[in-house]
């Protein structure tokens, strides 16, 4: 959610939304929503899955706004939020993807390019958790300490989740030739 690192801009919005300010909890959903979605779309595979599990978080945002401490945490409260909802889609649904309808999603998610495209499929594919571990961390650009507070996974549990899931995107990416960056 471009970074955790939050701006006196918005800790005002969340402030204000807090007391009870529709446009300003209206102003700070919104900016966040796209990469709501995004990040929802990379971990569930499915438009209409991350729709709705976006729709879900913005929903238990509202209405639980309040009960946020320090508005400054704001983009991380919200990002444990949808990881709840996309785990509870993942377990009702079980362990499908529809990595087709991922794929056409995720063209519109990003610039889409060749290499964007390369690098949402494969995230698509690869295990649940290291996929999760891999948007917290690079999709959401949570740290590592807020990735072990929104899955209660140990520390070195997430590490080695984003270590492997990045060698099997090195790996499939480079048998096409795009693992420049990673």
Known sequence: MRGQLVTDDERRLVASAQNGDRAALAAI??????????????????????????????YEACAKLRSLR??????????????RKCYDRLR?????????????????????????????????????????AIVLRFFLDLSYADIEAT???????????INRGLAQLRKMLSERSLDRDL
């Open 151 to 161: 899955t209660g996974w140990p520390s070195g549990t997430v590490k080695s989740r």
């Open 29 to 58: 959903l919104k900016s966040h929503e796209h990469d709501l979605y995004v990040s929802a779309l990379t971990i569930l595979g499915s438009s209409w899955d991350a729709q709705d599990a976006v729709q879900d978080t913005l």
């Open 70 to 83: 320090d508005p400054a945490k704001f983009a991380a409260w919200l990002s444990r939020i949808l990881v």
């Open 92 to 132: 009702r649904r079980g362990p499908e993807r529809d990595v087709e309808d991922f794929r056409e999603a995720g063209a519109h998610a990003f610039v889409g390019t060749e290499r964007d495209d390369a690098v949402l499929q494969a995230v698509a594919i690869l295990p649940d958790e290291q996929r999760l």
